[in-house]
């Protein structure tokens, strides 16, 4: 699967109602962590079959960071059944983030 682009618009559908669980990468293209974890994440994506992953970038969607208090960058934030399930911040061996999402 491919990484999605979560908006405001598309949140409800993509994350809320998902059948699947969502892991989000809070990120901005000025965040030299956010940079280097976002290879990583797009990998995730597309080798992990259980999970959704979507992005969201902090200064285009400040309503959708301050919804899940991001207060650092990047920040992954794993949702079940439409509730956050764990929360973490920085950025992560993409082993630690297989373990994060339960692979």
Known sequence: MTTLTITKENFQ????????PVLLDFWASWCGPCRMLSPVIDEIASEVSSVKVGKINVDEQPELAQSFNVMSIPTLVLMKEGKISDKT???????NILKFIGN
């Open 89 to 95: 911040m920085g950025a992560q061996p993409k082993a």
């Open 13 to 20: 559908r993509e994350v809320l109602e998902s059948g699947t």
